[in-house]
């Protein structure tokens, strides 16, 4: 059985080049990518310095690290969570705000358009009377 310690190591490296590949292929943004690269490296060090996060969680009065690393990822995505709930806010309004600017631009040109065109030309008798005399 492998133990925590390796699996968190592991998965720390793994993600770390995930992220790395995500921001060079252009599917993540480097200030999202930082966020994640922290979690890695937090990942990475708690596999590789067990004890260090045994010495953190005692000073807070925990018993058990690996509860503590649990608690703290957990909080890490929910603000992560947050966020990002944040950013979509931002630009729901900001896409709001285009589309009206937007709607209004149009409706300036189409009325600029209309004061412009030329008025339009009444229809002509000539075909009613073509069709009196026969077509021709």
Known sequence: MINYHFFSATLGVALGIAILILVRRGHLHLSHAVFWLACAVTSLVVGIAPG?????????GISYGP????????SALALR????DIETTHQEIRIRRLTQRLAMIEADLDSSANAHAPAANPPSA???EAAEHGGN
């Open 67 to 74: 509860t503590l690393v649990i608690l703290l990822a957990l």
């Open 81 to 84: 969570a947050l966020q990002a």
């Open 52 to 60: 260090l996060s045994d010495r953190i969680a005692a000073l807070f």
């Open 126 to 128: 000539a075909p009613a």
